[in-house]
């Protein structure tokens, strides 16, 4: 497996350097954008990496899979997806288009920026700390490391420039789709998307989620097996933005991104894969790591879509 690993990556390095790291949250424009690793956790536990393993990340937007998966926990399946829908978008992460143009003003699904705020406020949970330290307690259930924290200096970075995000949630206070401390939530969401990673924390977390929620390092049961399922379904649809139907092609298993550069991927019953490579294509995904994922997928045969 190691072998298969390497000989990947050396393939990838190839495309890591067509990309660019993200710098539209200045902090993460000093990542190095020649880092990449890739690992896999298969359904014993046992993790195999290779290239830049000890590089952190950010995991930016696969922080909305973990707190989508906490508010089914604590809030129940049909109060979230009455407040997000489940449909794709060819839409960028952070556009704000749709949501105008067609009732009801609810984000399309919980994966895009407005989907995760939206979902952020449905928590229950006292303040903005509680929220974002609930989210981090799952991060590391589902990591399988207690250690894991967030990067301050991202979170702090983003929280200051972030008039996207901000534009996002006051429209949709204004259409009445979501309700709440409108700064409390976007702080929240800030503080779960400077969570920082390993390649191998992603890779657990993607065989958690491959092995029906329980995860295969600690033995622990995270998620129950349909949460597990919802989320490898949403991710399968629309886990690489508007790079998910691509994606599918070229890959083929349910995957989620974040402009931090990583990718965690999950092969039902098979494996959790993960990707760290800051260098991005214009939709955000890294471009190494999908052409790790791409020869991987088709090596290893993982591919179920
Ligand atoms: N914190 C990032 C933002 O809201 C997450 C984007 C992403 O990873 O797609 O812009």
Do not use: W
Not at 223 to 238: V, Y
């Amino acid at each position: 497996m190691k072998d298969k690993l390497e000989s990947a990556l050396a393939k990838g390095r190839k495309a890591a350097a067509t990309g660019k790291v993200a710098d539209y949250i200045p902090e993460l424009g000093k990542a190095d954008p020649n880092a990449l690793a890739v690992a896999c956790c298969d359904m014993d536990g046992q993790i195999t990496a290779a290239g830049d393993t000890e590089t952190t990340i950010t995991i930016q937007s696969i922080s909305k899979v973990v707190s989508l998966a906490l508010s089914m926990i604590d809030c129940g399946e049909k109060k979230v997806f009455s407040a997000v829908g489940v449909d794709p978008t060819a839409d960028p992460f952070n556009s704000i288009m749709r949501l105008e143009m067609r009732a009801p003003h609810r984000p399309q699904n919980p994966l895009i920026n407005a989907g995760a705020i939206v979902v952020l406020s449905l928590l229950p949970y006292r303040d903005s700390l509680s929220r974002y330290e609930a989210v981090l307690d799952l991060t590391k259930k589902l990591c399988s490391n207690h250690s894991i924290s967030s990067n301050e200096a991202v979170y702090l970075s983003e929280k200051a420039t972030s008039d996207r995000n901000r534009s996002l949630a006051y429209f949709l206070r204004s259409v009445g789709s979501l309700e709440g401390d409108i700064e409390d939530i976007l702080d929240s969401y800030f503080h779960q998307c400077a969570i920082a990673c390993t390649v191998r924390d992603l890779a657990v977390m993607g065989a958690t989620l491959a092995n029906s929620g329980v995860n295969p390092v600690s033995g622990e049961r995270v998620l129950s097996p349909r949460i597990a399922l919802t989320l490898r379904a949403l991710m399968a649809i629309c886990g690489l933005y508007d790079g998910s139907g691509e994606f599918a092609l070229r890959v083929g298993i349910p995957a989620k991104s974040g402009v931090g550069g990583g990718i965690m991927a999950s092969a039902p019953g098979n494996m959790g894969l993960a990707t760290v490579g800051p260098s991005l294509d214009p939709k955000g995904n890294s471009t190494g790591g999908v052409r790790v994922m791409e020869i991987l997928s088709d090596q290893l045969g993982l591919r179920v879509l």
